[in-house]
């Protein structure tokens, strides 16, 4: 923490979008700790009592306030329900208090046995294991008479503060109580961070101090430059709403395509999952695609899906781009991805492990299949589609994938840039491609050695370090001598000063969630190629992600 002149605290973490807050703080409950294996000093009978009625309260509670989220929340909170209410976990329960347990540990372990039968099943059921543990956390905390883990109740508006919200927690956010949320943990490319992105909720992640922040603080939450300041002085507080209102009337003013000051066109594109994020992204004003993530289709799927299947579902999204570019991603399987029918569930390091288009190459049936059923709906269709290839690590793999899928009947086939071995092979690897797009989550993983869905290693997610900005200027630079398009489909497009200085690298289209859409292309708006250049330049000498910040952040003060 640190003091501004004023008196008061400034906490610092990594904010996601522009906006600014104010409002009282509420805390999501600490975790519940695992109860110790020790023996019972009640009763068999008073134990089990114990552990039947927290379980019967534990599904009671979820309902209700499934019911009062109402929609997808209650559906998510049903399902929890029931999985307080299984006979066949109540059963074990049962089993473990008659051995002597507590109705705390016999749930404990009942529901941890639980989730690796689920576990090993894989698929859906596999992904849905998680969720045994937010059920279990919150039986034990009523036998403890702790407050209830989740999202706090509450009938006025609040700024969220928890350690990160798991994705059950996620559904069951009311958008218009949270003003805005703060993380002690995850980074910028963290599940709450990408919510938050996508919902357009004012975030402060990875915000370490964070922790020390109490129910009821008076907190100004500023999303751009990553602050959260306690008891902020009212002039503070004026200040950073008008900064708000000018950036938003900034937003309304600007449409159309992308552009720099100086008229250089920049196309700004969508990141999207699925045909329901097309829409969303073409009512965002985005001018194409320019990550499909496909695998997101196939989370729950068992076995391979079908040529028609794929078509089906690709002929829906692409519906939505007509005369614009769609670039779709090949199957990303692996680590935080796994597809049943592509990963092997064995590895010990799944994120360096055969993933992406490695899986592809081992299963080149699968990949065959994909490609055909995306010329096939790209036939059928008007809008411009190309294909590029993840995880791509040598010049060799860019050019069996532009082969493959010239072959299949794509004509555009490029590869994404997020394994390191690919920059700083870029002047080999981009001419073996129609066109690049960097990966800036994945690279920003992989140059730091630092995985990229653990908070406690979460500092060094930033692509804003030099030592990522490095590799994306040698991109830039082989992809303007090759004439090959360098796209950035990354959350760092999602940054609107790191979109400037991306495109001072190099860069040629932007791809981002669509919410972020609207910032970026008012940022970029008010700096010409030239200026996008020199401050990438002072980005790229910078000692550190920080220094890289306030270097451009500096520069830009008029
Ligand atoms: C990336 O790694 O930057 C990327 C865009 O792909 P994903 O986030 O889906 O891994
Ligand atoms: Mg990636």
């Known amino acids: 923490m640190s003091t501004l002149e004023q ?82 976990l109540a059963a074990d329960v049962q089993h473990r208090t008659a051995d002597g347990a507590t109705a705390e540990y016999a749930i404990f372990a009942a529901m ?52 990160d919200l798991a994705p059950a927690d996620t559904a069951t956010l009311d958008l218009d109580l949270v003003l805005a949320l703060v993380t002690t943990d995850g980074g910028p490319t963290s599940h709450t ?40 002085a009212q002039e503070r507080i004026d200040l950073a709403l008008q900064r708000t209102q000018t950036l ?54 068992e076995s391979a899906p079908s040529v028609e299947q794929q078509q089906r579902h690709y002929a829906e999204a692409f519906a939505h781009f007509p005369g614009q570019k769609v670039v779709v991603r090949a199957l990303d399987a692996g680590a935080d991805k796994p597809l049943a029918f592509l990963t092997d569930q064995h590895e010990e390091n799944p994120a360096l492990g055969r993933r992406g288009l490695r899986a592809l190459i081992a299963h080149e049936e699968v990949l065959r299949d994909q490609l055909t059923a995306l010329a096939r709906a790209a036939a059928d269709s008007d809008a411009e ?28 086939a490029g590869v994404m840039v997020e394994v390191p071995s690919c920059a700083i092979m870029a002047d080999h690897v981009v001419p073996a491609a129609d066109f690049v797009s960097i990966g800036t989550n994945d690279l920003t993983q992989y140059v730091f050695a630092a995985d990229r869905l653990l908070g406690t290693v979460a500092q060094f997610q930033d692509p804003w370090h030099p030592a990522v ?48 859409i609207a910032d970026v292309r008012a940022e970029l708006a008010q700096h010409s190629l030239d200026d996008a250049r020199r401050l990438a330049a002072l980005a790229v000498s910078a000692e550190s992600a920080e220094a890289a910040r306030s270097a451009v952040a500096d520069a830009l003060i008029p």
């Open 385 to 412: 589609v190309q294909v590029m290839a993840p995880m791509v690590s040598t010049a060799e793999e860019a050019r069996w994938f532009r082969d493959l899928a010239h072959e299949l009947g794509l004509p555009v």
């Open 112 to 163: 941890g046995a639980f989730r690796e039968m689920l576990q090993s099943l894989g698929g859906y059921l596999g992904e849905r294991a998680g969720d045994l543990d937010d059920v279990a956390r919150r039986a034990i905390a009523h036998l403890q008479g702790l407050p209830t883990p989740g999202v706090p109740v509450s009938d006025t508006p609040f700024v969220l503060v928890a350690r």
């Open 469 to 516: 900005l490095r590799l994306i200027e040698q991109v830039g630079r082989a992809g303007a001598e090759h004439d090959v398009p360098v796209g950035i489909c990354g959350e760092a497009a999602a940054d609107p000063r790191l979109a400037v200085v991306l495109v001072g690298l190099g860069a040629t289209s932007l791809s981002m969630s669509p919410s972020a």
């Open 193 to 232: 961070a990408i919510l938050a992105r996508e919902k357009g909720i004012t975030a402060v992640v990875g915000a370490a101090d964070a922790a020390r922040l109490s129910d009821g603080d008076i907190v100004l939450v500023d999303a751009e430059n990553g602050t959260v300041e306690l008891d902020p």
């Open 7 to 88: 008196g008061s605290v400034v906490i610092r973490g990594v904010g996601i979008g522009r906006a600014t807050t104010v409002g009282p703080v509420l805390r999501m409950p600490e975790p519940v700790a695992d109860p110790v294996d020790r023996p019972s000093t009640l009763d068999v009978d008073a134990e089990q009592a114990r552990a039947a009625a927290s379980l019967a309260a534990t599904a009671a509670q979820l309902r209700e306030r499934g019911e009062a989220a109402g929609g997808t929340a209650a559906e998510v909170l049903d399902a929890l329900a029931m999985m307080a209410e299984d006979p066949a």
């Open 248 to 301: 938003e009337a900034i937003r309304a003013q600007s449409s159309g395509p992308g552009r720099l000051a100086d008229g250089h066109p920049m196309p700004l594109l969508a990141n999207i999952g699925s045909a329901d994020s097309a829409r969303e992204a073409a009512a965002r004003g985005a001018e194409g695609v320019g990550l499909f993530r496909t695998e997101v289709l196939f989370l729950a799927a």
